[in-house]
C-alpha cells in the first residue's frame, strides 16, 4: 500500500510560482514511479510530469516542458513539482499517483496504482 498526500495548492497571479509536494507513505513509496496528473473543469484528466524511482528520468508534458520540474527525495519520501511561470489554463486539481511499475513514456493514469486526492491550483489572468 501507498498512501498520498498533497499540498501546496492555492491562488497565483499568471507568470507566478507554486511548488506542489506530495508526501507519501508505505514500503513501495521509494520504489514507484511518481507522477503529476491534473484536471481542469470539464476535461480529462492529463499527465503533467512523471519521474522514474532513482530520480534520474523524468517526463514533462509538452505544455509544461521548460516551465515545470519534477523532483523527489527518497530519504523523505516526497515528491515536488515546481512550477514557474504559471498560466491561467494551468489552473486545475493536480494529483499526486504512484505507479509501482516503471516510468511510462508518455505515462497513463490507467497505469496508476495509488492516488492522492488532489490540491486546487488557481491562476488568475
Known amino acids: 500500500q501507498v498512501q498520498l498526500v498533497e499540498s501546496g495548492g492555492g491562488l497565483v497571479q499568471a507568470g507566478g510560482s507554486l511548488r506542489l509536494s506530495c508526501a507519501a507513505s508505505g514500503r513501495a513509496a521509494s520504489m514507484a514511479a511518481m507522477h503529476w496528473f491534473r484536471q481542469a473543469p470539464g476535461k480529462e484528466r492529463e499527465i503533467v510530469a512523471g519521474?522514474?524511482?532513482?530520480?534520474?528520468?523524468?517526463y514533462y508534458s509538452d505544455s509544461v516542458k521548460g516551465r515545470f520540474t519534477i523532483s523527489r527525495d527518497n530519504a523523505k519520501s516526497t515528491v515536488n513539482l515546481q512550477m514557474n511561470r504559471l498560466k491561467p489554463e494551468d489552473t486545475a486539481v493536480y494529483y499526486c499517483?504512484?505507479?509501482?511499475?516503471?516510468?511510462?513514456?508518455?505515462?497513463?493514469?490507467?497505469?496508476?496504482?495509488?492516488w492522492g486526492k488532489g490540491t486546487l491550483v488557481t491562476v488568475s489572468s
Open positions: 499517483a504512484a505507479d509501482l511499475g516503471p516510468l511510462g513514456t508518455p505515462p497513463s493514469w490507467s497505469a496508476m496504482d495509488y
Open positions: 519521474i522514474n524511482w532513482s530520480g534520474r528520468s523524468t
